[in-house]
């Protein structure tokens, strides 16, 4: 991530013009034309562009003087930077590996938390009744027994199936789209090619996964890296084996 860009730089030009025209501010902004309206939006997005840049600065404990950053871009456009072009770079190459080290600080602490308690959730969960544990680590409980076929992991398979995080948080389900989803078994998560191998068809079980059988260390937006994963799953139906 670049600290410094022309979006960056545009906005706080704009935020400049803005600190240095308070009566207009005072006023609503007349959008009587297009022209108008785009340029009212050209500096909205690029205000909450700047607003978001510097959030990211304040997560990562990056404290900076919203005040200089006006007053610096005044002195650039006025040609009165008390800095040479040769110190200001310096300063933001050392700013951005001060950002790219609290990244990399703030990840690295994050995924061991989240390991530490996938560990945790994976050891309380073993524990309940019903639950069985497999060796691979997947942990599956059996809601609805039935007495159908089991698929084969070259087999595609119809079910129903609601995925949630381990405090609950939904992430996915067929269930709330109104249909069920299809797939070949082998080229889902480890924790469902195998998972689904274990149910007869008409069955119901819960299934419990460990993020190396799911999505590991990748980063899928709600699913965090790491990330334990739970899903009840309902084999509908064996569709086809899969053929070259």
């Known amino acids: ?3 410094v860009t022309k979006m960056t730089l545009v906005a706080v030009a704009v935020m400049t013009l803005a600190a240095c025209q308070k009566e207009a501010e005072q006023k609503p902004a007349v959008l009587d034309t297009d022209e108008a309206k785009q340029s009212y ?10 607003d978001s840049t510097l959030e ?6 990056l404290t900076v003087d919203r005040a200089l950053i006006l007053r610096g871009v005044q002195d650039a456009v006025s040609n009165k930077a008390t800095m040479s072009d040769e110190e200001v770079q310096a300063m933001m190459t050392t700013l951005e590996e001060k950002f790219r080290e609290k990244q990399t600080a703030m990840v690295e602490a994050e995924a061991e938390q989240a390991i530490a308690s996938g560990k945790a959730y994976l050891a309380e969960n073993a524990k309940k009744e019903g639950v069985t544990v497999t060796e691979s680590g997947l942990q599956y409980e059996v809601l609805q027994a039935a ?3 089991k698929p084969a992991a070259t087999d595609t398979v119809k079910v129903h199936y609601t995925g949630t995080l381990v405090d609950g948080t939904k992430f996915d389900s067929s269930l709330d789209r109104g249909e069920p989803a299809q797939f070949p078994l082998n080229r889902v998560i480890p924790g469902w090619t195998e998972g689904v191998q274990l149910m007869n ?3 119901k079980f819960k299934f419990t996964i460990p993020s190396e059988l799911a999505y590991g260390e990748r980063d899928m937006g709600v699913i965090k890296p790491n990330s334990v994963l739970v899903f009840e799953v309902e084999l509908l139906e064996i569709v086809s084996a899969e053929t070259e």
């Open 1 to 3: 991530m670049r600290l």
């Open 41 to 50: 939006s050209l500096g909205v997005s690029v205000g909450r562009y700047l």
């Open 56 to 61: 990211d600065y304040t997560k990562l404990g």
């Open 147 to 149: 007495d159908g076929a």
């Open 201 to 203: 068809v008409g069955s």
